[in-house]
Every structure is written in C-alpha cells, then in structure tokens.
C-alpha cells in the first residue's frame, strides 16, 4: 500500500484546476492502462463502462489506448457525454473504431475484466432508481472489476453508497487519496486501493488535510547502554469487580508494547499477580489507595463508571502526564460535563479512543450520524476534547486537534472480538511511556494492532479466531519488524 496525501475534495477540485494544462485526463487513462497490462494478457476482452462526466472520459481514453495494445474492447455508455471532455474522448473513441453501446448485449459472456469509469468523485446526491439499476446489473456479471478513481455509486470522502455502488476487486485512485475508500462500506466496495499520482508535480498540491496511517518507529530504536528506566512506566487502571480481564489484557499489552515498567491498578483486589505476566506490578486501588508515579496512564479497560471508579479518573486527569482513556473512561466523560471539561483544559497529552457507539454518546450523537461521515465526527471529537482521537473501526481514524488526522489500512476482521480495545489501549499507553509524541503513538499503536491481525490472517488463511490475548505477542513482532525494516 502506497502513502500520499489526502486532500478534501475542494482542495482536490483546485490541485485539478491548477494541473489543468497537464492533461489529466490522458494521464489518467494511461495510468490505467498500464495498471491492466501489468495484470491481463494481451488479448483478454474488456468491458469498460463510462458514464457522461469526467470519470466517463478517463474510460474513454483507457478504452483507446488499451484498444491499440491489442484488447478488445467494447465501451458501454448508458446516456450520452454531458461534458464537452466526455464529448471529444467518445468522439476519439468512435473514430479508433471501438464499438460504444448504449444498452448492455443479452446473454454475453463474461469480459475478463470490467472497468467502472461511471461516476467519479463528484457524485454528489443519490443515484436515482434507473441508476442503481444499472449498477446492479453490472454487479451481476462475474468477472473481476477495477473502478477508476472510486466505484461508482460511492461517495469517496464518507464511504456511503449513494444508493448503490458497483463493487471493485481493485480501484485506481488518481492524485491523491480519499478517505471513503478505506472506512465504512467503502472498504468492503473498493477492494484493494493502489494510487496513482499521475507525474502531478508536488508544488502544485495545496495543503493535505490527512494522510494514510505510516508513522515511523524510528524513535523507539534501543542503544545497548539501557535499562528498564529507559523505557518509562505505564499505569493501567480498571479492572472492577467481574472485570478483570480487560485491565489485564490492557497491562500485558503494555508490556508488549516495550513498556520498561508496567502498574496494573485494578478496583477488584483480589488479584495478587497476574501469573501469565508476573511482571505487571498489581497495585490495587482501593477507596484511600493514590494512583502510581508512571510516565503514562490508560484509564478504563474494565473500569466500571460507579463513584470511586470517577473519583479514579479524576486524578487521572489531573496528574501532568499523557493519558489514555477509553471504555468506562469514555461512559464517565460522556454523562459528566465537569469530567469533559477537565480533559479538555489538560496540558498534557490525552489521547481518546472511542468506537462509535461512544463517541456518539461523546458527542450526544447517533452510531448512524457517526459512521455516515467518520472523517468529520473524529476531528469533532479532537476538537472538543483536545485531543487525539482514534475512531475505531473499518479504516480507523486518528485526529489532532487541528484537524489533521491519518486514515489506517491495516487489519481488518480479525480484530473484531471482545477484548482487542483493551489491547490497543495498553499498547497506546506503553508508547506514550517510551516518549512517543501522542498523535505518533497512538498512530504507530493503531497500525501495529492492525499489523498483527494482517499476520494472524496471513498465518492462518483467514480472519476468525484471534483472542486478544493472542494479539499482543504479535503486536511485539510487528513492532520489531518495523524497527528492523527501518
């Protein structure tokens, strides 16, 4: 997966205007050729469906140039140009000699491939029922599909089918990257995203407004001269009654994670020592009991949202160190205004990591207002709070404050059971520990969680069964990969 910017599509809309005597549009269309010749032998035949804008003539230009390597090449254009580009690429088309159809042949065989050059970015409103017909149909014949840009029918900045979207194998992407590509539906319609950047020289891309998720682990390469000191102390609390679990899965993470020392401070004192991991220092906290001296705290795993459970994260809070909440953290911060504000006035680092149910209890929202626009609700969040925020979920999203925020792309369903936000929390807290900068941490934490459900999958040819008790050694290899790799 290649890195790149990510701009809004108003920003793109003006990189476009200013690139205008760079002939985009055959740039794309070579682009796109070149991608299905690396991949199908000269002589496989094409389907290439292009709609009446922009998008249909970057299909158009592909249909020819592809047509004069040597595939054949059958053009569908529901409805005629309605822009003069369109226009003059169908006319370049008609001229090359390449059939265009209006309606789609009965009972054809398959192509071996469908190219999807229909609707672009700019859709804008939901496609209306002749549309989503015809998109439908086209979902129906079994071959492999590339979208050019990004499936039709697909808003590319939210991930929501606009009613319907043709489903990709592969999308070529052009310029930059977008964000509805990676989260929601979208990760599911668009397949594997590869992007091409077109030669677009870089002085012409106005500022980025995010960017794929490849932070560096660079800062957490080890002299030999250390110690335990070197790598900072991590505090989990949480851990109530009946929910020990969480706390532990946290505070093993945390250890994983490279954390030199690692507190568990669990409500429930019954847990002397954690026999899988004798190296977590159990300080239970009981009504009188202070919290530990630690570099970096993560609050909530299990935490449980009674009076001493509030009364934990209050001082929480208020130590001057980074701070990790998540779970019951967020339930607290969520029903107790003076709790929020105090998070929101912190001085040091706090990092939140809300799945959607909770941040929209966060933001006094809905789960559906929620992941209708992931994007904009996770910079609400970063806004309100102060914070970083990481959005969980398909294409997990982390945002500063400012705004700017990273699109991750790694893991998938493996992650999807009880316990791996525990994990991902502890991990969080033991690179804040290490001196991590907190949109880095818990950007690198982020991917690397998703790196181990990649290898679980890649080890064991398929997404099902990763307990998150399993996900932290993998995080470690992950995490040691990257530093070996550079």
Not at 199 to 204: A, G, I, R, S, V
Not at 239 to 255: F, V
């Amino acid at each position: 997966m290649d890195g790149g910017p990510i701009l809004s599509l108003e920003a793109l809309r003006r990189l476009e205007r200013a690139a205008a005597g760079l002939d985009l549009m055959r740039r794309a269309a070579w682009a796109a050729a070149d991608w299905v010749s690396a991949r199908a032998p000269a002589g496989a035949p094409l389907l290439i469906c292009a709609g009446p804008g922009n998008n249909g003539g970057d299909a158009l230009h592909a249909a020819r140039e592809l047509h004069a390597r040597g595939y054949p090449t059958l053009v569908y254009q529901p409805i005629p140009p309605g822009s003069a580009e369109c226009a003059e690429a169908r006319r370049l088309a008609e001229d090359d000699g390449i059939a265009i159809l209006s309606a789609l042949p009965e009972r054809a065989p398959p192509p071996a491939l469908l190219i999807d050059g229909l609707f672009g970015i700019g859709l804008s409103r939901p496609l209306d029922a002749h549309w989503q017909e015809i998109l439908r149909r086209l979902d129906r014949i079994d071959c492999p599909r590339l979208a050019l840009d990004c499936p039709s029918g697909l808003d590319a900045y939210t991930g929501q089918p606009q009613g319907a979207a043709l489903r990709a194998d592969h999308t070529l992407t052009f310029l930059c990257h977008k964000p509805g590509l990676y989260g929601g539906p979208g990760a599911d319609l668009a397949g594997s995203v590869e992007l091409a950047p077109l030669d677009c020289p870089f002085d012409l891309y106005p500022a980025a407004e995010g960017e794929l998720n490849r932070p560096s682990a660079a800062a957490l390469a080890r002299s030999r001269d250390s110690h335990k000191g070197s790598y900072g102390a991590a505090a989990v609390v949480g851990g109530a009654p009946g929910m020990l679990g969480a706390a532990l899965l946290a505070g093993r993470s945390a250890l994983a994670g490279g954390a030199g020392k690692v507190y568990l401070c669990p409500l429930d004192g019954r847990l002397p020592v954690d026999p899988a991991a004798p190296e977590l220092m159990v300080r239970p906290v009981d009504e009188a009991a202070e919290l530990p001296a630690a570099d970096a705290f993560a609050v909530g795993p299990g935490l449980g949202q009674q009076e001493q459970a509030a009364r934990l994260l209050e001082q929480a809070i208020a130590r001057p160190c980074p701070l990790v909440l998540d779970a019951d953290a967020l339930n607290l911060l969520a029903t107790r205004d003076e709790l929020a504000e105090r998070v929101a006035a912190r001085a040091a680092p706090t990092v939140l990591t809300p799945h959607p149910a909770e941040a929209a209890r966060l933001l006094r929202s809905s789960v559906g207002e929620v992941q209708s626009d992931r994007v904009r609700h996770v910079r609400r969040l970063a806004e309100r709070f102060n914070c970083v925020a990481v959005l969980k979920g398909a294409g997990s999203l982390i945002a500063r404050p400012d705004g700017f925020y990273r699109v991750n792309t790694s893991g998938g369903p493996e992650l999807a059971s009880a316990g791996q936000g525990d994990v991902l929390t502890g991990l969080i807290a033991a690179l804040l520990a290490q001196g991590l900068d907190a949109f880095d941490a818990a950007s690198l934490a982020v991917r690397l969680h998703g790196l181990a459900g990649d290898d679980y999958r890649a080890e064991n040819g398929g997404p099902i069964g990763l307990a998150a008790s399993a996900t932290a050694p993998r995080v470690s290899r992950a995490l040691n990969r990257l530093l070996a790799s550079g």
